[in-house]
Structure formats: structure tokens, C-alpha cells
């Protein structure tokens, strides 16, 4: 059996002030929950969530590396950084970083290689907008960024990886995707990770729905067989968060 995983992305709210008084909020209303629960913060914010969870089993993730291991590359964070921090996530190729900052298939799979030899375990952003939906090519479009994303990974490594199904329409809209629509996308997206690396990989892949999920929505969406959890903005970063972590 899989363990769900719901990981709240912060994006970029909370300064370490502000982030240290978040997690001292929601770690007593996801205590006792049967999920994994991450909390995925702005890199500034790494260590003093870190010290926040310490002695919980919540974990921290980043939301974003860069490829390099160290270097001229100003403004960047590596994966050594994020894991010298205490992080064991990090979030990568969300629908955000690649509309606002320009990032590839291509960059994204770099990405994913070097967290992974890193041993940092990436969430893994995919999702279709709102346009291609409506031309009915949504599966093909995430099959593309799914196979472009994981060239190279071996299926040891694809196994211990998290895939976050975001439908760019549903994110931070209030526009959830029906749980049909998401249990379709999920169950595709298990059925590639099948094709590309047979069924005890596809078996233990955990792959998460976003976009919108709320207290009231969470149960059921984590309730079909491919959705594993989910990948959490906006209900991230309040109460209603603790509902969604015990769903
Ligand atoms: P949302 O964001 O829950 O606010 O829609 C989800 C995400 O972008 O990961």
C-alpha cells in the first residue's frame, strides 16, 4: 500500500518570522494523521521550519533547485543547500517556474537527475492548460512532459519519486478538477510510469492531484485508487490545512 502524501507548497509567502508561527500552528492539527506530511517553503525558510518540525515526523521540502552544483549561478539554491538544511523534498517544473521564469522540459529533467543524485526526492509538477484541455490532448501533453522529465531516471530512483498532477486552470482558481477528471489524469499518468518502467515501479510511484484542494474537497479526491495525496497551495497556508493533511 502507498502512503499519501500531502504536501502544502507555500509558494512565496511567509518570511522566517512568519513562517516559524505557520508551522507552530499546523503541527498540532496534522498530528496523529496516517499521511506523510510535507511542508514545501521558500528556501530562506528551510531552516527555521526545519527546527520548527523537529521531533514530528512532518518533513520540509524546497521548491525549486538549480541543476549546477555550486558555482557562479547568482541567486540560485542547490541541492546540497536544501539537504545541508534538512530538507528531503523538493518541488520541481511547477506550472509557476515554467510560465514565470522560463523553465524547459529539459531543464526540469536536469533538475530532477541531480536531486535525485543528490538524494533529495522531487514532486514532480506536470499539468495542462486550459486551452489544450479544450483541443483534448491533456493526456498527451502529460505524457510529453512526464517522459521528457524522467530521461535517465532509473526505476529505482522513479519508485521513491513523487508526480504532482496540477491542472494549470485549477491552480489557486478555486476551480478544482472534478474527482473523475483527476482520477483519469492520475490513473494515465501511472499507466506511462507502467509503459516506461513496469508495474512494481508504477506500484510505488506516488502521484498527488493539485490545484484547489481544500477541506472540504480532500477526502474525496484522495480517495480514488491513482490519487495519492496531494500537492496543496492556498489551504497551505492556514487551519483548513490541518483537514487536508488528515484526509
Ligand atoms: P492551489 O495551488 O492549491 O492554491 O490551487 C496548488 C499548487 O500550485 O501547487
Same mark, same amino acid.
Given at each position: 500500500m502507498r502512503k499519501k502524501i500531502i504536501a502544502g +507548497?507555500?509558494?512565496? +509567502?511567509?518570511t522566517p518570522s512568519e513562517a516559524k508561527a505557520l508551522a507552530e500552528l499546523l503541527i498540532p492539527l496534522v498530528k496523529g494523521t496516517k499521511n506523510e506530511v510535507v511542508f514545501c517553503v521558500p528556501a530562506i525558510d528551510v531552516t527555521t521550519v526545519v527546527k520548527a518540525v523537529k521531533g514530528t515526523k512532518i518533513q520540509v521540502g524546497g521548491e525549486n533547485i538549480y541543476f549546477?552544483?555550486? !558555482?557562479?549561478?547568482? !541567486?540560485e539554491t542547490s541541492a546540497d543547500m536544501l539537504l545541508d538544511a534538512g530538507a528531503k523534498y523538493v518541488i520541481l517544473g511547477h506550472s509557476e517556474r515554467r510560465e514565470y521564469f522560463k523553465e524547459t522540459d529539459e531543464d526540469i529533467n536536469k533538475k530532477v537527475l541531480k536531486a535525485l543524485e543528490k538524494g533529495l526526492t522531487p514532486i514532480l509538477c506536470c499539468g495542462e492548460s486550459l486551452t489544450q484541455r479544450e483541443q483534448g490532448i491533456t493526456i498527451d501533453w502529460i505524457r510529453m512532459q512526464i517522459k521528457i522529465a524522467l530521461q535517465g531516471v532509473t526505476a529505482e530512483q522513479a519508485q521513491k519519486m513523487v508526480i504532482a498532477y496540477e491542472p494549470i486552470w485549477a491552480i489557486g482558481t478555486g476551480k478544482t478538477a472534478s474527482t473523475e477528471q483527476a482520477e483519469e489524469v492520475c490513473r494515465a499518468i501511472r499507466v506511462l510510469i507502467r509503459e516506461l518502467y513496469g508495474q512494481k515501479t508504477a506500484n510505488a510511484i506516488r502521484i498527488q492531484y493539485g490545484g484547489s484542494v481544500n477541506a472540504k474537497n480532500a477526502a474525496e479526491l484522495f480517495s480514488q485508487p491513482d490519487i495519492d495525496g496531494g500537492l496543496v497551495g492556498g489551504a497551505s497556508l492556514k487551519a483548513d490545512f490541518g483537514a487536508v493533511a488528515t484526509a
Open positions: +507548497n507555500w509558494k512565496m +509567502n511567509m549546477e552544483d555550486k !558555482g557562479a549561478y547568482t !541567486g
